[in-house]
């Protein structure tokens, strides 16, 4: 039996099993507690931990400790990602690994205190100047935020890219058991600054052939693209409509389409665990008759529809109808989601795309 | 520049700079005083963005692109993370002292136990010529074309007694570059900072009042006359602070 | 699966009631989750939290139709009758609840007289677990020495072991309250 963990401690505690070096980070709330805990926990633990000026000033951190081989973090929340999309894509262009949890909160701007998935477009797309691209892992339970931190690291490394972590307020607010792997010892990459000029000129943005190495990072980003996508399937096969909802709508959802399916109902969910690379092998297994595919999220306007729409077409799906329920602020409720099903089914809803 | 010693071993070729910029100088300062630290093979360089993003294929040392004014940060968890590694952050003062501030400033305000060597030619050399904050009033730059107006964007900025005065750092200075003897005492700046940094001192800041011939649009002979007439004066040469060696 | 809201003044320790119920379910094999409200939802001096309990998976953590509420002032009182599911309960301290509480017919409003109790065990503090003895009784998911059990594990873990024999006091109390 697992101990009642706080989702943003149990990440903190996950980073430190995994072998994080340092961390850097300003507060905001919903994620502060990732770095209160690390205050601490990264000192005992033999680990560093700067608390920044700003989150700007804390990327920055990240990128001077990537470039000498450290596993490093930084965790941050709406704005606090915004301030930081400068540092991504200088990372992104030196090929560094890092890796950044967005406890989401809700809206544009200052935006809310409360949970929510307005940044799905952001992370996905990378918020940065340039063509690069974040890998992007969404939990939907404490455990499972656990085990993608763990991995994020590993990923991180294997493909020298950043890794978001992309979870919401609610889900590092909240308790839930967990078990907690073991702890790794992970020496600094090698492949990094060490003083010595063992790796010559690296990264040199000035003298690289920048059209070769952006086809090189085609290369890694279609090989991600194939290794990486994570899901949990549901019901597809033989769905009349199919569900698509990430992080903690994605476990509301699931319990719907439980209860649905219980009752004869020809419900389907995909929640996709990685939402970049997006898990278009889900789309294999769906009901070839499926009549239409609905998008929940915690956000203003369907950001993940999008994706579901774009595979759908690439999938042979292209003229299946796609719906948008949007979740006010907060845990979805299963009754307002249960309602807008309905009325989707009962056609009193315009699809999107 | 010590004339006719041999140039340092990392150096691999001349840095292309414009003829008379003051950059050359302060690199090849930067490299003998690495050298002769025996810091050649445990050494770190923070470029910045600016004339000096030249610097990376040029050098034999592990030179870091750092992100436009934020060597600072960058360099922070870099040092943290490899206490015994001579780590040197060349920056602009456009980088330095402008865009960067705030991570200049914080660096040094915690303290941290690296070298900032910040290269104050009065102007965004590389962009153009723009005003800085290190501009003087009246002088005429791309974006201040009827000269400096200090009431509107208030006088010349000097970082380093800011620092001296404010944080507990280890060593502050200013050095020149128009004697001979100014290049030897601003070497010596130089050597003493990274000195601070190797014993644990602290924080370490040169700044060297640097000629930009072809912004400032003078020879590289009257760049220097402007810089002892006009610069000197605002921007005192010498040690600011130095807390001494362990 | 089983729903239940804590609410009350923040202080009167209701999120940490609502954390040990749901600790005391891990304890005895089940599957738990703790969802505290945050941020806007806090002010005005008011806390709540979400505790969820099942032999299976636990699909929304969040409140949707409680079985019982736990309320310790009348704000929460007021905020949350309407939301207990048909058939459910009101769990309140009468000594504080002391508004008119016969709202729904379908609501069985239990009142436990918590701050008389408290002060009675000389232990005004400890009125979130005497309360929280009463929730376990009504419950009946778990036997008293169950949840004493689990509740003295999570104190003794987080290194308050010290309070182990008078939150077992107030636990009992609270218990045989109802
Ligand atoms: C974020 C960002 N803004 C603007 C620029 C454009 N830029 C490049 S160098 C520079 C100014 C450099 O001036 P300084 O640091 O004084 O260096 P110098 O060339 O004078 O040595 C500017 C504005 C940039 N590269 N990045
Ligand atoms: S523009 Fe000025 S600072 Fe830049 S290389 Fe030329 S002279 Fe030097
Ligand atoms: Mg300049």
Redesign the pocket.
Known sequence: MGDMVKGNIAMGEAAIRAGMHIYCGYPITPSSEVMEYLSWRAQEAGRQFIQAANEGEAMYMVYGAASVGSRVLTASSGLGISLKQ?GVTYMAAADYPAVMINVCRYGDGLGSLESGQTDYKRETRGGGNGDYRNIVLSPSTVQEAVDLVYLAFDLSEKYRNIVVILTEGALGQMMEDCEYPPVKEVPFYDWAFDGKYTHGPYPSQMAVDLHAKGMKNNEKRALITENEQRWEAVGVEDAEYVLFAYGIPGRVVLGIVDELRKKGEKVGIIRPISLWPFPQKAFDSINKNVKGFISIETADSGQMLEDVALYAKKKGFGNVPCYFISSPPGVPKSKYVLENFEAIKAGKVKEVF | MAKGKKAPEKILRQVPFCPGCG?GIIVRLVMECIEELGYNDNVLIGK?????SLLDNNLAVDTFTGA?GRNGASMTTIKRLKPDMLVVSY??????YN?GFSETMNAAYRNEKFTVIA?N?G?????GG?M?WTSMPGQKTSTSVNGRNVELSGMPIRVPEMIAHSFDTAYVARGALFTPAEINKTKSYIKKAMQAQIDGVGHSLVEVLSP?PTNWGLTPLASMERIVNELVPYFPLGEIKNKGGK | MKEIVFAGFGGQGVLTAGLVLSQVALFSGKKATWMPSYGPAMRGGTANCTVKYSDSRIYSPGQEAPDVIMALNIPSFNKFINMVKPGGVMLIDSDIVTCDTSVRSDVKVVKIPGTTIANELKNPKALNIIMLGAMVKLMGDFSEKEAIDGMNDMFGKKGKNKYEEANTAAFKKGFASV
């Not at chain 2, 102007?123 to 962009?127: P, Y």
Request: glycine share 16%; with cysteine.
């Open positions: 400068e | 950059h910045p963005v600016g004339c000096a436009h920056q602009g003062d456009g980088d330095c865009i290269v030619n102007n965004f050399g590389m962009t723009q800085a930009c």
